[in-house]
């Protein structure tokens, strides 16, 4: 019981702690898009580190935990609340830029049992799906936006490959560096050892 107890205690502190420092990355900042979403430094990574150490449960409650930190980021920093949305759009953007789009990070851990290969393809899933989320989001809640019109007039009538274009600028980028990073951090003997003993 007391093993069990301590093993607990253990996977909850190492997952805040992992949860803080993707929240501290997921301000360093490598570019800003100009309507929301950014490229930044590796701020996946520990929430991918806990999918794969914990498995998919832990990993999508963690994921969850880490989803509600970056809501709150994103209405106190980014003022979302000052967009000016209605409500229906602004729950819509609460739960797919933010709930939906950061939980899913949690799935990560879907391969881990088949090496790093896995896990890199489990981070690359991951990340796909958040790319979803915020596609789903430009292409229901915003696409009637005039201000939202980044490329001018070049996507007008077609949200799907505007969503996708907007999207993608910023994913795609984080997309490959979450990608190279658990893939380089799951081939070190520390990190293997540590996934081992979780």
Known sequence: MQNSRKSFT??????????????????IKVY???????VTLMSMVPVV???VMYGLKWGVGSAFVYSLIQFML??????????GLNWQSLIGTILLDYIVAFTVIGVAG???????VGIVLGSCVALMCRFVSHL???VIIFAN?????????????????????????????EIIITAVAVG???NLPQIKRLVKEA
């Open 145 to 173: 936006f005039d201000q939202f019109e980044l490329f001018g007039k070049a996507f007008a009538g077609n949200p799907w490959l505007y969503s996708a274009a907007y999207n993608g600028l910023y994913m795609l980028p």
């Open 136 to 138: 789903l989001s430009g």
């Open 32 to 38: 800003n898009m100009p309507l929301g979403g950014s």
């Open 110 to 116: 879907l391969f881990r049992k088949k090496g790093a």
């Open 184 to 186: 380089v951090l799951f």
């Open 74 to 83: 994103g209405a106190l920093v980014d003022g979302l609340f000052a967009w």
């Open 49 to 51: 580190l806990i999918s």
């Open 10 to 27: 253990t996977r909850l502190v190492l997952s805040a702690v992992l949860i803080a420092l993707a929240t501290g990355l997921s301000n």
